[in-house]
């Protein structure tokens, strides 16, 4: 995918503050934060939206939320609380269209969303 600004980041195209990466996921800070900890954990592999996963990409989607559960606790912000957030399609309000998870804290939330 060329034109993914996500892909890019992942092949070091375009630079990001990285904070993880492994050989399935890369994460690093929002440039937008909506949170003073907001992190977007990406798949290396460019996955449109949650609307095309397979079964193949099972073991991937565990990864997201494992290596979110670590930035958590990298970050401080395991034991006060934390929001994780995928948007999937415009109605949802997902502006990049590649797969992403949305790591948010270190702030009281306000519910709902929206």
């Known amino acids: 995918m060329t034109e993914c600004v996500f892909c890019k980041i992942v092949s070091g195209e375009i630079p990001s503050e990285g904070v993880y990466k492994d050989e399935l996921v890369t994460a ?3 440039i937008n934060p909506a ?23 099972e073991q991937l989607m565990g990864h997201l939320f494992t290596v979110a559960q ?6 401080g912000i395991s034991q006060s609380g934390y929001r994780l957030i995928i948007n999937n399609g415009p ?7 590649h797969l992403h ?3 948010l804290g270190g702030q009281k939330m306000r519910y709902p969303m929206g």
């Open 91 to 97: 109605d949802a309000n997902q502006v990049v269209f």
């Open 28 to 30: 690093f800070r929002d």
């Open 35 to 57: 949170a003073p900890t907001h992190i977007l954990i990406v798949p290396n592999k460019h996955i449109a939206a949650v609307s095309e996963l397979s079964e193949e990409d």
């Open 101 to 103: 998870l949305h790591l």
């Open 70 to 75: 670590k930035l958590a606790v990298k970050e």
